[in-house]
């Protein structure tokens, strides 16, 4: 069976909070500041201040709406701000306060479980005398390698047959499968990635990988085939081999039927002979048709019938559970999402702490809710933002960066989950969005942070550490950016050189490419 992993990059394993990051930060006189204005702080670090009192000098803070904050991470106190804490479009810094409200609420060591139930038994021939129930709980992270388990671990407790139907029950979530905020028609239309559905039995985070290799000779047709198919997507290959030396290129149009729940991909294009196969994602419309859809195939292979139907329902009170199928820690899974900037683990993660906090169903309502029921335990009153789902993919959601940094020294220091949380951001130099960036030996390891990314706006927030292992924490926001992004990443890497204490050795790199929040 072909390893799942090409869909979407590797869960990272988690990075250890280098010893120096966690020594007492110096104090810092609490107050307030006007925009630009530096509160002062001890004179042994006077060089941040000259540092920081450089940095609106730089181009982008007088063509593009800043707002900046930087605080103490352990004492909150401010240390520099610009742009008069003006609320702005954080993208996908806003999950930030996911990642802190799911810790907070769930813990770090919760899993999302799938139940695998049914109210008949099973007799000494195999046979489930009865109905079969998949219950979902919003498991960002099932792929087809782990549904086989769930089938397979069918097998092994004896059923070979199923009398009654295999019933789906997603009622774990009620709400539009569709990330609210965002109406980008071309999205709704192309079906981009970080644009997926939602639904609480999803599987392959409900994207389809369509793998394209070249033909057996030139003027062959090609070969396209989906890693894994179902009914729920359909495939109309008119892709040509071209000559080795020909240009490859490939254009899929994805259309959805009158229903909506059938999504076909037209492949035109041409693959040179002998090259290799590539895989192209793209999303699908219906999560639960796909999720039945490849479930249904993987009982087929176990040699499991089904004598009814494979269909959408409630699971009865009297079900008795056969097996439970769980995800990772949550830990882990949030550090997927913010070390690759994971829309649909947002949006599901929100949506089950919605659900957990205030009752089923969970709905993106409800999550957003909860975030702002845990902004108000710290302190920070509700003019100061604007939610509508835990992702950020929207124009419509507005923080302040003292919002942030207020979030920030929450977790720096809770001991309970600030450790986990820290482990979920990407570390400067060495992995996720973060990877390409700060990764001189002087600035290597100094950077934990989130990155975020939209048309016009780009923004960085996280924690430094300064070479005399004083802790900063700060978010940084730039919207109406006119031209380059990369104006933008230049002076967030300016800020953050200013506060490692190494202003002369900073990266002037574009960095990685986030999977989340490209238009």
């Not at 000779?217 to 090609?222: D, H, I, T, V, Y």
């Not at 920070?380 to 207020?406: E, F, M, W």
């Amino acid at each position: 069976m072909r390893l799942h992993s090409l869909l979407l990059p590797l869960l990272l394993s988690l990075v250890c909070l280098p010893s120096a990051f966690a020594t007492d930060p110096q104090d810092v006189e609490p107050g307030s500041a006007d925009a630009g204005d530096i509160v002062r702080i001890p004179t042994q670090i006077q060089p941040l201040q000259d540092a920081l009192a450089q940095l609106a000098s730089d181009p982008i803070f007088s063509s593009a709406a800043v707002s900046v904050q930087v605080v103490d991470a352990e004492s909150g106190a401010q240390v520099y701000q610009w742009g008069d804490d003006k609320a702005l479009v954080p993208a996908s810094t806003m999950k930030v306060l996911t990642s802190a409200t799911a810790l907070r609420t769930l813990g770090p060591a919760w899993t999302f479980p799938t139940w695998v139930m049914t109210p008949a038994r099973i007799d000494d021939a195999g046979l489930l005398d009865g109905s079969l129930y998949i219950k979902g709980q919003g498991d960002p992270t099932m792929v087809v390698e782990r549904m086989y388990r769930m089938v397979m671990d069918l097998r092994l407790q004896g059923v070979k047959e199923i009398k009654g139907d295999v019933v789906f029950d997603d009622g774990y979530f009620a709400d539009t499968t569709l990330i609210p905020g965002w109406d980008n028609d071309d999205d709704m239309e192309d079906g981009p990635t970080y644009f997926a559905p939602l639904g609480a039995l999803s599987v392959n985070y409900n994207i389809a990988a369509i793998v394209v290799r070249p033909g057996a000779a030139s003027g062959a047709l090609a070969h396209a085939d989906f890693e894994s198919p179902t009914a729920a997507v359909v495939l109309e290959n008119k892709l040509t081999t071209g000559s080795k030396t020909s240009r490859k290129w490939v254009k899929i149009e994805r259309k959805l039927d009158e229903t909506g729940k059938i999504t076909t991909f037209t492949l035109t294009g041409n693959v040179p002979l002998e090259s290799e196969a590539d895989t192209y994602y793209k999303t699908l419309s219906d999560p639960l048709g796909n999720y039945i859809g490849v479930f249904t195939g993987l009982l087929k292979q176990q040699g499991i019938k089904v004598r009814g139907h494979m269909i959408p329902g409630t699971t009865p009170s009297d079900a008795k559970v056969l097996y439970v199928e769980r995800s990772e820690a949550l830990v882990n899974i949030l550090a997927e999402m913010n070390k690759h900037s994971n829309n649909f683990i947002a949006e599901q993660v929100a949506r089950t702490v919605g659900a957990e906090r205030y009752g089923l169903p969970g709905t993106t309502a409800k999550g957003t809710q909860a975030i702002s029921e845990y902004l108000g335990q710290i302190g920070i009153p509700a003019a100061d933002y604007a939610l509508v789902n835990g992702s950020g993919l929207s124009r419509n959601v507005t923080l302040r960066p003292s919002v942030i940094a207020k979030v920030l020294v929450d977790m720096w220091n809770n001991p309970s989950v600030g450790p986990e949380f820290l482990t979920t951001l990407s570390v400067g130099g060495r992995d996720g969005t973060l990877r390409s960036r700060f990764r001189e030996e002087a600035m290597a390891g100094r950077v934990r942070g989130k990155t975020g990314t939209l048309n016009g706006v780009h923004c960085l927030t996280g924690y430094v550490r300064s070479q005399d292992d004083h802790v900063y924490a700060f978010a940084f926001l730039v919207n109406d950016i006119d031209g380059a992004l990369s104006r933008a990443r230049r002076a967030h890497d300016r800020l953050v050189g200013a506060l490692a204490g190494t202003t002369g050795n900073v990266a002037d790199s574009d960095g990685e490419g986030e999977q989340a929040n490209k238009p």
